[in-house]
T-cell receptor
Framework: AQKITQTQPGMFVQEKEAVTLDCTYD???????LFWYKQPSSGEMIFLIY??????QNATEGRYSLNFQKARKSANLVISASQLGDSAMYFC???????????????FGAGTRLAVHP | GEEVAQTPKHLVRGEGQKAKLYCAPI?????VFWYQQVLKNEFKFLIS????????ETGMPKERFSAKCLPNSPCSLEIQATKLEDSAVYFC????????????????FGPGTRLTVL
C-alpha cells in the first residue's frame, strides 16, 4: 500500500539558512509522482514542487529543490535562504498512475511544521 | 475561473443536522477531488470525479456522505446527520490531463470549507 512518512513533526531554522524537510515513501508502482505543498497558518494549500519517478534530474523551483533518491525512496525538500514567510506546515504527497488510466488521489504525509527565526 | 472556489468558507452545524459544501473547479479541469483535513494535519481522501462520473469513492463514509458533480453546476459534498468527528476543513482540488508525463497533473486546491459540528 502507498504510504508517505514525514518523521519531523517540527523544525526550526535561522533566517537565510537552508533547511531540509524529510519525506520517505512506499509504493510498488514504478510510475508515480511526488509533490510538496506548503500550508501557511491561513490554511490554503500552495503547490511548491513536483518530481516524477522517471525524471532523470532533481526538480528545482526557485529556492525549492527536491533531493530525490529513488533507491532509498526518499524525496526531501530543500529550502535555501529561508525567509520568515516560509514558516508554515509542509506536506509531502504521492500519487500513483492508475493502470486503467486517469489520475489517482494524493496520499499525504503527516506534515512538518517549519519555524523560521530571525 | 482560474481558481478553485469553495463555499461557504465556514459552516456551523448542530450534531445531526445536514451540511452541504460546494466546489467550483477551475474551468477546463476534468478531475475533482475532495479531501478532509482534521486538526490541521491528517489529510483523508474522500472521493474523486472525472467530469460528472465518480472516479474513486474508496474514502467516502457512505452511510452519511454523498457527493455530486453535475454539468454546469458546482460540485457538492453533502453530509447527512453530522457528527462531532466530522468537524474538519474540507478541501476540494481540481486537475486536468497533464502534458508533462503520466504522473504529473498538479492538483490545484481551493481555500477549503471549515465545518464545525457542535
Amino acid at each position: 500500500a502507498q504510504k508517505i512518512t514525514q518523521t519531523q513533526p517540527g523544525m526550526f531554522v535561522q533566517e537565510k539558512e537552508a533547511v531540509t524537510l524529510d519525506c520517505t515513501y512506499d509504493t510498488s508502482d514504478p510510475s508515480y509522482g511526488l509533490f510538496w505543498y506548503k500550508q501557511p497558518s491561513s490554511g490554503e494549500m500552495i503547490f511548491l514542487i513536483y518530481q516524477g519517478s522517471y525524471d532523470q534530474q532533481n526538480a528545482t523551483e526557485g529556492r525549492y529543490s527536491l533531493n530525490f533518491q529513488k533507491a532509498r525512496k526518499s524525496a526531501n525538500l530543500v529550502i535555501s535562504a529561508s525567509q520568515l514567510g516560509d514558516s508554515a506546515m509542509y506536506f509531502c504527497a504521492m500519487r500513483e498512475k492508475r493502470v486503467s488510466g486517469g489520475y489517482n488521489k494524493l496520499i499525504f504525509g503527516a506534515g512538518t511544521r517549519l519555524a523560521v527565526h530571525p | 475561473g482560474e481558481e478553485v472556489a469553495q463555499t461557504p468558507k465556514h459552516l456551523v452545524r448542530g450534531e445531526g443536522q445536514k451540511a452541504k459544501l460546494y466546489c467550483a473547479p477551475i474551468k477546463g479541469h476534468s478531475y475533482v477531488f475532495w479531501y478532509q483535513q482534521v486538526l490541521k494535519n491528517e489529510f483523508k481522501f474522500l472521493i474523486s470525479f472525472q467530469n460528472e462520473n465518480v472516479f474513486d469513492e474508496t474514502g467516502m463514509p457512505k452511510e452519511r456522505f454523498s457527493a455530486k458533480c453535475l454539468p454546469n453546476s458546482p460540485c457538492s459534498l453533502e453530509i447527512q446527520a453530522t457528527k462531532l468527528e466530522d468537524s474538519a476543513v474540507y478541501f476540494c482540488a481540481s486537475s486536468q490531463l497533464g502534458t508533462r508525463g503520466a504522473s504529473y497533473n498538479e492538483q490545484f486546491f481551493g481555500p477549503g470549507t471549515r465545518l464545525t459540528v457542535l
